[in-house]
Structure formats: structure tokens, C-alpha cells
């Protein structure tokens, strides 16, 4: 089988396996590394975003072979160490607004939230409503309204 290489949370990472496996298989069965939920798939429902390069992405829709040795891939395990902190902003406003009910989805939306958030920042504003409509993680329990009053929070935090 082919070897392939990429740094996850920081460490660089090679794992032998067939070039057309979907990375978030990648990232559960073979390294062990569950934050990134499976949900529907397709990259629609959101449920297993990630970062690649500091964007959001769905790793359900990316196969391994796509992966360059120096792509950086940063699952919500390894988004605290990008503040160097035990918890990142946005996962402490996520505490404070009590925002997960069945907490499937929150680690897809807390990256969601923290790519938008340095997005706006990148184009020289902070968030505003018509960034967090943009939003389109899906979350069966509906915690929306407080998914966009922890992100406010979370994003004068950060």
C-alpha cells in the first residue's frame, strides 16, 4: 500500500493506506483521532470540519492521496495548542453559552466558527450576521441560536 504523509496537530504523521481513502477514515480508524465527526459524508451536514492550511475542510470528502507532506491538518484536539492554551477561545465560549445539547456536531461548528472568524479577520473586520449566515453546519438538536452568541463571544476572545 502507499504511504502518506502530513503534519496533524502539529506532528507529522505517515500512515499506509490505499490512496482513495476518505481522510476522516483516515483520521478515526487509523489514527485514532475521533473529534471529526462522521455525519452524512458528502461534506453537506459539516459534522467533521476540520482545518487544512488554517481553513475549513471536510475531511469525508478529501482521499488521503490528495494530502501533501506539508499540509497542516488541525482537528478540534489540536486547536488548543494553536493558542497555546488547554482550551481555545471558541471552545470556552462553547462552555460559557452552554451550547451543546448531544454534542455530535460541536466539534465541526467550533472549527467552523474558528476558520470564520479568521476569515473576517484576514478581510480587516470582525464577525458580523452576514458571516455567521454563512454558516451551514448542521446540528439535528438546534442550538443555533446559541452556536452564533458563542461565536460572537468566542471571536472578541480570540
Not at 61 to 72: I, W
Not at 140 to 146: A, I, Q
Amino acid at each position: 500500500m502507499p504511504e502518506h504523509t502530513f503534519i496533524l496537530n502539529g506532528e507529522s504523521v505517515t500512515v499506509d493506506i490505499e490512496d482513495d481513502v476518505r481522510l476522516l477514515w483516515v483520521l478515526r480508524d487509523v489514527l485514532g483521532v475521533t473529534g471529526p465527526k462522521y455525519g452524512c459524508g458528502l461534506g453537506v451536514c459539516q459534522a467533521c470540519t476540520s482545518h487544512i492550511n488554517g481553513k475549513a475542510f471536510n475531511p469525508c470528502s478529501v482521499p488521503v492521496k490528495d494530502l501533501r507532506p506539508t499540509d497542516e491538518v488541525t482537528t478540534i484536539e489540536g486547536l488548543p495548542a494553536t493558542v497555546g492554551g488547554e482550551l481555545h477561545p471558541m471552545q470556552e465560549a462553547w462552555l460559557e453559552y452552554d451550547v451543546a445539547q448531544c454534542g455530535y456536531c460541536q466539534p465541526g461548528q467550533i472549527m467552523t466558527a474558528v476558520a470564520k472568524v479568521r476569515q473576517a479577520r484576514e478581510e480587516g473586520s470582525e464577525i458580523t450576521e452576514a458571516d455567521l449566515d454563512e454558516i451551514r453546519n448542521v446540528c439535528r438538536c438546534g442550538t443555533y441560536h446559541r452556536v452564533r452568541e458563542a461565536i460572537v463571544a468566542g471571536a472578541k476572545k480570540y
